[in-house]
């Protein structure tokens, strides 16, 4: 680490002001009966990540005016930073500047400190506190029993490196600017989604003109290939390897703590970016997968079709999306699946060839751009994370800073 830098706690360099590390609300005094239709949001932990995205600004339950009032120690404003304590230990947050509400409060759940600006760059503390050192480690000061906890006294403690605030802002902002561009890759990529959508719709749901197109099933205008038993496939330590795309990938889009699997399986269960995988089992979804390489689970669809674009089958089998979830929440068992029947059963619509040709020509530019962008940003991710140490450690020095 560099000479003109130090290591303090996150007390340290909490804000004057008072009550600046406090946790959130005792659980009586917040839940299911105090919320309401609109109003003030709750931080819960689905707002929270592990993988450095700094805040999700949706999904929120809300409680009243007065209701946020008599909880004001637990608000949390822009520039705040937000731990899980409870659950999913290592998910960490900032508050926007432009947040979509002026205010919100934490659960009960939740951990809230308030910087001092003169002394740390709330960026700069958010990036370390939520690199992947930093995650391991809270979640390895883990108090819980059954449900894993951290508490004030843990979070005060953790330390972190301390450079010249001038040089704090430097990094942050190298840092900064490429989630910038990824969070920004990821709402173009919602627009063009919906779009692509309500286009679908619009063809295939609400058109009335439909008069000579074709009924097929689902499995008829693509190939669902079932995942393989991949533990019969473990791949040896130090030899090459193929990271198992399971549920979990999907939800990340990445490979990070994936199971391996030999590099020698059958072509055809190898997953590459752009696949359309389709999991049929316990949390079902369907992705354009740009994650990088991999092998093919055995809850896992890979979709394809020799005859049909892929936004074709892409968005029929999202369309059969929340009927599938239904008849899977409906087993007896917790994870329920999808079967062979269920795709055979899903109808779809197929237009003349003419015509498909012609949607192809707006559709698949759609689809290509939204995968073009995700494997942007996982090269922006992988970038930002091989910088992000070496930029914690001093060994890269931001060019232009007077320290």
Same mark, same amino acid.
């Given at each position: 680490?560099?000479?003109?830098?130090?290591?303090?706690?996150?007390?340290?360099?909490?804000?004057?002001?008072?009550?600046?590390?406090?946790?959130?609300?005792?659980?009586?005094?917040?839940?299911?009966?105090?919320?309401?239709?609109?109003?003030?949001?709750?931080?819960?932990?689905?707002?929270?990540?592990?993988?450095?995205?700094?805040?999700?600004?949706?999904?929120?339950?809300?409680?009243?005016?007065?209701?946020?009032?008599?909880?004001?120690?637990?608000?949390?404003?822009?520039?705040?930073?937000?731990?899980?304590?409870?659950?999913?230990?290592?998910?960490?947050?900032?508050?926007?500047?432009?947040?979509?509400?002026?205010?919100?409060?934490?659960?009960?759940?939740? +951990?809230?400190?308030?910087?001092?600006?003169?002394?740390?760059?709330?960026?700069?503390?958010?990036?370390?506190?939520?690199?992947?050192?930093?995650?391991?480690?809270?979640?390895?000061?883990?108090?819980?029993?059954?449900?894993? &906890?951290?508490?004030?006294?843990?979070?005060?403690?953790?330390?972190?490196?301390?450079?010249?605030?001038?040089?704090?802002?430097?990094?942050?902002?190298?840092?900064?600017?490429?989630?910038?561009?990824?969070?920004?890759?990821?709402?173009?990529?919602?627009?063009?989604?919906?779009?692509?959508?309500?286009?679908?719709?619009? /063809?295939?749901?609400?058109?009335?003109?439909?008069?000579?197109?074709?009924?097929?099933? &689902?499995?008829?205008?693509?190939?669902?290939?079932?995942?393989?038993?991949?533990?019969?496939?473990?791949?040896?330590?130090?030899?090459?390897?193929?990271?198992?795309?399971?549920?979990?990938?999907?939800?990340?889009?990445?490979?990070?703590?994936?199971?391996?699997?030999?590099?020698?399986?059958?072509?055809?269960?190898?997953?590459?970016?752009?696949?359309?995988?389709?999991? /049929?089992?316990?949390? &079902?979804?369907?992705?354009?997968?740009?994650?990088?390489?991999?092998?093919?689970?055995?809850?896992?669809?890979?979709?394809?079709?020799?005859?049909?674009?892929? /936004?074709?089958?892409?968005?029929?089998?999202?369309?059969?999306?929340?009927?599938?979830?239904?008849?899977?929440?409906?087993?007896?068992?917790?994870?329920?699946?999808?079967?062979?029947?269920? +795709?055979?059963?899903?109808?779809? &619509?197929?237009?003349?060839?003419?015509?498909?040709?012609?949607?192809?020509?707006?559709?698949?530019?759609?689809?290509?751009?939204?995968?073009?962008?995700?494997?942007?940003?996982?090269?922006?991710?992988?970038?930002?994370?091989?910088?992000?140490?070496?930029?914690?450690?001093?060994?890269?020095?931001?060019?232009?800073?007077?320290?």
């Amino acid at each position: 680490m560099s000479n003109n830098w130090q290591f303090v706690n996150l007390e340290d360099v909490q804000n004057p002001k008072g009550r600046a590390i406090v946790s959130g609300p005792f659980g009586s005094n917040i839940g299911m009966r105090f919320f309401v239709s609109e109003g003030i949001p709750v931080i819960r932990g689905n707002n929270l990540t592990t993988d450095m995205r700094r805040f999700i600004d949706d999904g929120f339950v809300f409680i009243t005016e007065e209701k946020a009032k008599e909880l004001g120690n637990c608000e949390a404003l822009p520039g705040d930073l937000i731990f899980t304590a409870a659950g999913s230990l290592g998910q960490v947050g900032i508050i926007p500047d432009n947040p979509k509400y002026p205010r919100y409060i934490i659960s009960n759940k939740q +951990l809230r400190v308030r910087l001092d600006p003169e002394k740390a760059d709330k960026l700069f503390v958010f990036y370390w506190l939520s690199s992947p050192q930093m995650v391991e480690h809270i979640q390895q000061q883990n108090t819980g029993s059954t449900v894993p &906890l951290i508490n004030l006294s843990i979070l005060r403690k953790l330390q972190l490196p301390l450079p010249p605030l001038a040089e704090q802002r430097a990094i942050a902002g190298i840092l900064g600017a490429l989630d910038d561009k990824i969070e920004l890759n990821r709402r173009m990529n919602a627009t063009l989604e919906a779009m692509a959508r309500v286009v679908f719709r619009q /063809w295939f749901v609400e058109n009335e003109d439909v008069g000579s197109w074709e009924e097929k099933s &689902l499995d008829e205008i693509a190939n669902f290939l079932n995942g393989m038993a991949l533990q019969n496939f473990p791949a040896n330590e130090g030899d090459k390897y193929l990271p198992v795309i399971k549920i979990a990938q999907l939800r990340t889009n990445n490979t990070e703590s994936a199971d391996r699997a030999r590099t020698d399986i059958p072509h055809q269960y190898v997953i590459e970016d752009g696949d359309i995988l389709f999991s /049929w089992s316990g949390s &079902l979804t369907v992705v354009t997968w740009c994650g990088g390489k991999g092998a093919l689970n055995q809850h896992l669809f890979k979709v394809t079709s020799e005859k049909y674009p892929k /936004w074709f089958y892409y968005f029929w089998t999202k369309h059969h999306l929340a009927e599938f979830q239904e008849i899977a929440a409906g087993k007896a068992t917790t994870m329920g699946h999808i079967q062979r029947h269920h +795709l055979k059963a899903a109808k779809v &619509l197929v237009p003349p060839d003419n015509k498909l040709r012609e949607m192809d020509k707006f559709m698949s530019p759609l689809l290509q751009q939204i995968i073009v962008s995700n494997l942007e940003s996982r090269t922006l991710a992988s970038l930002r994370d091989s910088l992000l140490p070496k930029l914690m450690r001093g060994e890269v020095k931001v060019k232009g800073v007077n320290v």
